[in-house]
């Protein structure tokens, strides 16, 4: 398996030069920006409080199916308030099956 540190090489320039801690601060970065949208078309500010237990509550998804699943709740969530954790994980289980399938999942699996 590869380290961090390959897999950073081969998908962000100039990341051979970081750590493997810095490139995983890095995509934790980018996976919780993309889980800040869910407050940003509200037009709201995250409270660190509630941030912290929906990074936690859904820190398993992989960041593609993320991306997929924020785009979908957000085209279909009719009140102007942050979807919650449940209708999150209801369009995972839905799309992509449980948590243990979840351990699985790629991007070609996805697209095949």
Not at 22 to 51: F, M, N, S
Not at 71 to 78: E, F, N, P, W, Y
């Amino acid at each position: 398996m590869a380290s961090f540190k390959e897999l950073g090489a081969l998908l962000m320039p100039g990341a051979g030069k970081m750590t493997d801690e810095q490139i995983y601060q890095a995509a934790r970065a980018e996976w919780i920006g993309v889980l800040l949208q869910l407050w940003d078309a509200i037009g709201k500010t995250a409270d660190k409080k509630q941030l912290a237990v929906y990074v936690t509550q859904l820190g398993d998804i992989p960041l593609g199916i993320l991306e997929r699943v924020v785009q979908s709740v957000l085209a279909d969530h009719t009140y102007h308030t942050v979807p919650t954790i449940g209708e999150i994980w209801a369009i995972v289980r839905n799309e992509y099956g449980d948590r243990d399938q979840l351990r699985f999942w790629s991007p070609r699996k996805a697209e095949g």
